[in-house]
């Protein structure tokens, strides 16, 4: 890959392509073959404006460790999701510089995402959660908007069980540009805050609730079916997700 990359420099030195068409080869150029079985984009920020994160379920110790050293070998703040207990404090470890958050599921090398509460709850994007069983999804969403650069905050447990919670927080809402909103059970805080306020609203269903809510599939369902306005949904626990579509919709 470095070869290929050396020859596209060399047409440009020859004129045999210019700087704008360098730079169009050079995005689709660059990855990273390694031997545990990963292939890691290196070149995706320059593509798409947000780069390689690293996906922990069913991957090995050994996996996620080569991909963390790659991608910080190459110049690039790491972020690793959806970590088990034993993976981030094996992460942890072997990158003390790092931080890992065991609540939300992430590790970070390279920036410092202050996960810790209090967590501010006036921001540009806020996210909103109806219970605090909802928080590792949304804390997911929050560690993976700072890790995008994104003004992130975080108002928790204010769901349809006690609407008057919202009430304080009815200014800051107000005045974000978005809403990512977290919830379970039914799924109702989205049609709600979509309802009371003019935002886009970023609604994520989890997988939190007793038998019929199967999953998370009735909060999915219920979001997906709202007759409230400008809701557009992600998929079940999908935090990182809303973060990477928020992050394109303000800043970009």
Not at 62 to 85: D, F, K, M, N, Y
Request: contains cysteine.
């Amino acid at each position: 890959m470095h070869q290929s990359i050396l020859t596209i420099l060399q047409q440009v030195a020859e004129g045999q392509k210019t700087p704008e068409q360098a730079l169009q080869n050079l995005k689709l150029a660059s990855y990273q073959q390694l031997s545990s079985g990963l292939c890691l984009d290196t070149n995706r920020r320059l593509r798409t404006g947000q780069g390689e994160v690293v996906f922990a379920p069913n991957k090995s110790l050994v996996q996620l460790q080569e991909a963390t050293a790659e991608l910080s070998g190459h110049g690039h703040p790491v972020l690793v999701t959806r970590l088990t207990l034993k993976q981030g404090q094996s992460l942890a470890r072997d990158f003390p510089q790092g931080t890992f958050w065991p609540q939300s599921g992430l590790f970070c090398l390279g920036k410092d995402l202050q996960l810790e509460p209090p967590w501010p709850d006036q921001a540009k994007v806020l996210v909103v959660t109806a219970g605090a069983s909802d928080l590792p999804v949304a804390l997911e969403a929050v560690g993976s908007g700072m890790f995008f650069d994104l003004d992130i905050g975080l108002i928790p447990d204010v769901g349809v069980a006690g609407l008057h919670r919202l009430t304080p927080h009815l200014s800051a809402l107000q005045q974000a540009r978005l809403l990512i909103v977290v919830a379970g059970m039914e799924g109702a805080l989205p049609s709600v805050l979509a309802g009371m306020l003019g935002k886009p609203i970023i609604a994520v269903p989890t997988s939190v609730g007793y038998g019929v809510s199967m999953h998370g599939l009735a909060a999915l369902a219920g979001m997906l079916s709202s007759c409230a306005t400008g809701i557009a949904v992600v998929n079940i626990d999908n935090g990182f997700g809303a973060a990477a579509m928020a992050d394109k919709l303000v800043s970009g």
